[in-house]
């Protein structure tokens, strides 16, 4: 691991940072944030959360076991992604998205997602988009699912 003011703690968490102007990571849990290697300013908590976000995900908050797990996209930043698959992701864009809840917005795999709020379990999952999903709030168990 190099940059600076990176905190990593747990088993392959941080273990890809590469790049010296990488700063300001911080990863608990076995391979949180384990591919990062041009990341800045995340806070990553929870078994494998983050694990594949690579290259200019910057200014995430993601806290649970395989939250943001699938995340592979440079312009997803500014995220809050808080419970188990919470946010999962994948190759598209998520950007100032906040999601709270076990499974909230975990099917946003190839669609953009930007400026949405789900809270609650299993809120804003599933094909309910089947194009960029934006400016949406959703509260509560299985809303917009």
Do not use: H, P
């Amino acid at each position: 691991m190099t940059g600076d003011y990176n905190t990593a703690v747990g088993r392959n968490a941080l273990e890809a940072l590469a790049d010296d102007g990488t700063l300001g990571n911080t990863a608990v849990g076995y391979a949180a944030g384990g591919l990062m290697v041009t990341n800045k300013n995340n806070t990553i908590m929870g078994y494998s959360a983050f694990d594949a976000a690579d290259a200019g995900e910057d200014k995430n908050v993601v806290i649970g076991s395989l939250a943001g797990s699938a995340i592979n996209d440079a312009g997803s930043d500014d995220n809050v992604l808080i419970g188990y698959n919470a946010g999962l992701g994948g190759i598209a864009t998520i950007q100032q998205c906040v999601a709270i809840g076990a499974e909230a917005m975990d099917g946003t795999d190839t669609i953009n997602s930007i400026n949405n709020v789900f809270i609650g379990f299993q809120s804003g999952t599933g094909a309910w988009a089947s194009t960029q999903s934006t400016d949406n709030i959703g509260i509560g168990s299985n809303t917009m699912a």
